[in-house]
């Protein structure tokens, strides 16, 4: 079944490569002449070869563009913006980061420690949850800036701890 398909797209990609081949070009100028026959009757006139006619003449007009005289009446001018500069003392917040959250203080500890190792600063902070539980936040910061805080975050990732960063609103 595939063999057949495939020799009737073959034969049909032939057949249109032939159908194209005898196709006139579009640019052609020449006109298709009638074939003549080889074996003429001797009592039949004979014709003067005909003269091809005469190519017509068509004036290709020159693009008008009209841009090239209007673009110089024509000025754009952007609108004012105030440029961006980076201020610490606008912002209203101050980036904190968790590095993890336990409910044994030794497990908060241990990673205190293991965070001091890398020259970071973290604090332990208690937490007491509304049920009764209590939990031990890691917390690194604060941090003003936004590229401080990106490279401590990067030394706590390169130690596999994956942080967690929380805008919290300034004091004072």
Same mark, same amino acid.
Do not use: C, H
């Given at each position: ?47 003067? @070869? ?7 003449? !068509?004036? +290709?007009? $020159? *693009? %008008?563009?009209?841009?090239?005289e209007?673009? @110089? ?7 004012? !913006?105030? +440029?961006? $500069? *980076? %201020? ?17 203080? +030794? ?50 990732v ?7 960063v ?7």
């Amino acid at each position: 079944m595939r063999w057949i398909l495939s020799l009737a797209a073959v034969g049909g990609f032939i057949g249109f490569i032939v159908y194209l081949n005898s196709m006139e070009p579009a640019g052609s100028t020449s006109p298709a002449q009638p074939a003549q026959s080889v074996a003429a009757p001797a009592s039949s006139q004979v014709k003067p @070869p005909q003269t091809p006619p005469k190519k017509q003449v !068509v004036k +290709e007009s $020159t *693009p %008008n563009f009209r841009f090239y005289e209007m673009l @110089p009446d024509s000025e754009v001018v952007p609108p004012k !913006v105030n +440029e961006y $500069t *980076p %201020n610490p003392t606008r912002q209203n917040f101050d980036y904190l980061i968790q590095t993890g959250s336990f409910r044994r203080q +030794e497990d908060a500890e241990r990673q205190r420690a293991q965070i001091a190792f890398q020259g970071i600063r973290a604090s332990v902070d208690r937490i007491d949850m509304d049920g009764g539980n209590i939990w031990y936040r890691v917390n690194v910061g604060p941090f003003e800036s936004r590229s401080r805080m990106n490279a401590t975050v990067d030394k706590l990732v390169g130690i596999n701890i994956q942080p967690l960063v929380r805008k919290i609103p300034k004091k004072g």
